[in-house]
């Protein structure tokens, strides 16, 4: 099992654009949560999707959207990009048979805007 | 609102020396604690959880309610240590949603 995958690994877009951003969760996870983590900061939650629902939403806009398919893998889009929207967006899957629900990465994909 | 801050960026120790990586937390609820680690060109992933009170590569963490404060300890710092270190906090069981800090770099001087 590869864990948690996530494509692209780079990606440069320019503003106004639009950007979507793809997650694989784990093996056996159904759960998929979206974090953004700019430079020197740590992870911030932007929302979580179950059963193909945004179920839990962070404090971000709603030029950011998402989408879960049924095979669980799930999608980031957003829209009308600025440049502080550069950042690297993690994807973390969780399944009901972890421990207390851990939460597992993927290794992320660095956006870049310009 | 809930916020986790860890006030040290960098953190320097010698190896065998003890160490101590500083969070503290504010949630007017009952918070999930937990502390992840990102090892060099690694994933961030989980090393404790309060919740479940135990040891992990000799890590341990207290959560302390009344100083709302839950610090990462380990008696004998070792290099393969050196990582930076989140604290993290979910304001609901299960941890479906986490509050990061901005993060440590801990460096074990040979």
């Known amino acids: 099992d590869a864990g948690v995958t996530q494509s692209p690994t780079h990606l440069i877009k320019t503003r106004g654009q639009q950007v979507t951003l793809r997650c694989s969760p784990k093996?056996?996870?159904?759960?998929v949560s979206w974090y953004q983590q700019a430079l020197g900061q740590g992870p911030q939650f932007i929302f979580q999707?179950?059963?193909?629902?945004?179920?839990q939403r962070g404090n971000f806009p709603d030029r950011f959207s998402g989408h879960q398919f049924p095979n669980y893998s799930s999608e980031l889009n957003v829209n009308a990009l600025l440049l502080g929207d550069s950042a690297l967006y993690l994807c973390?899957?969780?399944?009901?048979?972890?421990?207390?629900?851990?939460?597992?990465f993927g290794p992320g994909t660095r956006l870049t805007v310009l | 609102a809930q916020r986790v801050t860890q006030p040290e960026k960098l953190l320097s120790v010698f190896k065998g020396a003890p160490v101590e990586l500083k969070c503290n937390y504010s949630?007017?609820?009952?918070?999930?604690l937990f502390w992840y680690v990102q090892y060099s060109r690694q994933r961030l992933q989980l090393l404790l959880r309060?919740?479940s009170r135990e040891s992990i590569k000799g890590f341990t963490a207290d959560l302390n309610k009344g100083e709302t404060s839950f610090h990462l300890k380990k008696p004998f710092a070792q290099e393969e240590d050196s990582a930076m270190y989140y604290c993290?906090?979910?304001?609901?069981?299960?941890?479906?949603?986490?509050?990061f800090g901005t993060g440590t770099r801990l460096t074990v001087i040979p």
């Open positions: 093996s056996g996870h159904d759960t």
């Open positions: 973390a899957s969780k399944g009901l048979a972890e421990s207390y629900n851990e939460q597992f």
């Open positions: 993290a906090l979910s304001t609901q069981t299960g941890a479906n949603n986490l509050f």
């Open positions: 949630y007017s609820g009952s918070p999930e």
């Open positions: 309060h919740i």
């Open positions: 999707y179950y059963e193909e629902e945004e179920r």
